[in-house]
């Protein structure tokens, strides 16, 4: 879900042999429609494996008829550059130990199945859209990102400064394997447009932790549907891709644009 850092960190394994093909996947997407404008609103998984193949069919079609692509954010292709950029701010708070740790694992558990994030439905589009000489640009910004990081409530306890315990080894190793299987659940649920995880899996969010919830989800869906309001008054077809969980739940964009007025119809 945090593109940024997980960009950091997967981007750096080292790619393995591209396996065989499996069948075409049908991730969801979504349109809403005027008279002179069309906005796709596709959901993505920032990390995929070599095999999937979705980028085809609808997804295509929609993607080729529109002349510019919208991602969360823009990531830069070297962000340890991304320092030297004018008006630059290093995170104001220092994330939490734990909070690290926990999304060191999550990025661990994805790339054990051979997910990474130049494989990723974000990166895909946007390598497509720049060999197209699309427009591309971001619903916000990888500063507001790295701010966003800086202000996440800790995802668990801190941890002891002590040695580590065989016990909590075995904990670690308990957790590895839970996160790995929801990360494979997520991803076949992707695979299908079955949006039944990514509601169950906001919900244990928001119920753990609400700030993060709001912080990650409601208040960014809240800016993303005025964003698409305010580009729906301008003529023209746009592919707006955000991760697949901005479109699940009680609180999705798809919601935050109805309460807007803007009705939205399934397409894929």
Do not use: C
Request: proline share 6%.
């Amino acid at each position: 879900m945090l593109n940024v850092i997980a960009a950091a960190t997967l981007a750096a394994a080292t790619p393995a042999d591209l396996p065989a093909a499996e069948p075409d996947a049908a991730p969801a997407m979504f349109e809403v429609r005027d008279a002179d404008t069309t906005i796709y609103v596709f959901g993505t998984f920032h990390a995929l494996d070599a095999k999937t193949q979705w980028f085809n069919e609808r997804v295509r079609a929609a993607f080729e008829q529109s002349g510019e692509l919208v991602l969360e954010t823009v990531i830069p292709e070297r962000p340890q550059l991304y320092q030297a950029t004018p008006g630059f701010r290093p995170p104001s708070v220092t994330p939490s130990a734990s909070f690290l740790a926990t999304t060191r694992m999550a990025i661990n558990a994805g790339r054990s199945r051979g997910l990474q994030v130049d494989n990723g439905a974000d990166m895909i589009l946007r390598y497509a859209a720049e060999a197209e000489g699309k427009q591309v640009e971001g619903l916000e910004t990888m500063q507001f990102q790295l701010d966003m990081f800086s202000k996440m409530p800790p995802a668990l306890p801190a941890a002891a400064p002590s040695g580590r315990s065989k016990v909590a080894d075995a904990a670690d190793g308990n957790q590895m394997q839970s996160l790995s299987k929801t990360m494979a659940d997520m991803q076949d649920a992707w695979k299908r447009g079955d949006q039944r995880v990514f509601v169950s899996m906001l919900a244990q969010l928001r119920a753990a932790s609400p700030d993060t919830y709001r912080m990650m989800f409601t208040e960014r869906n809240d800016r993303w549907a005025d964003w698409i309001r305010a580009r729906m008054r301008s003529p023209g077809t746009v592919f707006v891709a955000v991760g697949a969980g901005h479109l699940a739940g009680p609180d999705s964009l798809l919601v935050r644009l109805a309460e807007r007025g803007l009705s939205s119809r399934r397409v894929n």
